[in-house]
């Protein structure tokens, strides 16, 4: 059988371009950071090994580092455990001095929640967590705001 594309592979597009989109112009905005998007073994037909997240971010006005990792859902304010299976590694980045952040694009409302994966290991039932006590954000770059405000807002002066 011929490699072909996954039919997993655009799930989730939406709120992972606009991520994209978003850490492209943060990175210019100062010599000091850089972002990157990691391989995503779906697309890539599970033929290597998956990544911790999505994106990966580093900063050094403040020195900052971590992880990204954005789902989208359908659903209002619930995110099922299963699309976040890499909580462990999301959590282990953590301890080596890294901050790791879940974005949730909820697509029928098209708005944002971040949050942070002490959050999510500490909250939630054996099946999905409830998110409505985290605040909707319309836009992406105020999610990312009320995680670390002085990382994603900060300008080059």
Known sequence: MAYGKSKFADRGKVAEDAVKTYLAWWQLQSPYREANRLTDTKAAGRIIKAAAADFEYFCGDPIRHGLIEVKETEHEYRLARYKVSQLARLRKREKCGGHSYVLVYHSTINCWRA?????????????SWNLSDLPLFAILEHALYALDRGVWERRNS
Request: charged share 25%; no cysteine; aromatic share 8%.
């Open 115 to 127: 949050a942070t994966t002490e959050y999510l290991a500490t909250t939630g039932d054996k099946g």
